[in-house]
């Protein structure tokens, strides 16, 4: 059976620079997906092919059968693309509650469980207290739960999280984590991008390992042999 977001041959060029190379990715309900690789190795343009934003993109990038790509990023949102992304993007002059609220007008309903205040609320009751306040007076870990709740209102099918553990200390990112597994038991489909490669194994159902705008290597993270994923990581 197909995956719920399948990725083929994809392609991205920056005018002439080649960012990805045939890059193959396949992700499905239910199941965390980390994307793991150093600084340059084509993570975030991965991002950016499927959200529609930059580059050039060629290839095939299907949800659920339906290809995304050519796609406007509203469109993109809508028909179920969520992103968490890397440096949270926290509005300043919008509450707590405005910045969250702001993932609804983007989104569509899919299935029959949408994504409320009330929902987002049972999942980070942190918010709760300084809902009214500005986003950016929140620690570093708070904004990164507005940030994925901003994107859980869009009632997506598939959540990228672009690199949502960068800068926060060990014992936020555990319970950042332990958040994305609960929905993921729920049945979210969720792609984790991350350069802390034992921290994304760890999390993850499967990964794949970039290098230079290609997959190095890939595989189920409870069976990752640490060496070899090391040596797919920094190319050695």
Not at 138 to 151: E, Y
């Amino acid at each position: 059976m197909s995956a719920l977001l399948s990725i083929r041959d994809l392609h991205l060029n920056y005018g002439q620079f080649a960012a990805l190379h045939g890059m193959d990715i396949d992700i499905d309900a239910g199941e965390i997906v980390a994307v793991i690789g150093a600084n340059g190795a084509g993570k975030s343009s991965l991002i950016r092919g499927i959200c529609g934003t930059e580059g050039d993109a060629k290839g095939s990038i299907t949800l659920d059968g339906r290809e995304l790509l050519g796609l406007t990023p509203p469109d993109i949102v809508h028909a179920g693309i969520g992103l968490v992304p890397e440096g949270r993007r926290i509005f300043p002059s919008l509450s707590v509650e405005e910045n969250i609220l702001l993932g609804g007008q983007l989104g569509q309903l899919h299935g029959k469980d949408p994504w409320t205040l009330e929902r987002i609320y049972e999942l980070f009751p942190d918010l709760v207290p300084k809902r009214h306040i500005s986003g950016t007076m929140l620690s570093g870990g708070q904004q990164q739960m507005i940030a994925i709740a901003r994107a859980l209102m869009t009632n997506p099918r598939v959540l990228l999280c672009d690199e949502i553990s960068l800068g926060l200390a060990p014992t936020i990112i555990g319970r950042l984590y332990e958040q994305l597994i609960k929905l993921a038991s729920e049945g979210l489909a969720i792609l984790v991008v991350e350069q802390a490669m034992r921290k994304a194994l760890e999390i993850s159902d499967r990964y794949y390992c970039l290098l230079e705008g290609h997959v190095s290597l890939s595989g189920a993270s409870d069976e990752a042999d640490e060496t070899r994923v090391a040596q797919a990581y920094f190319g050695r």
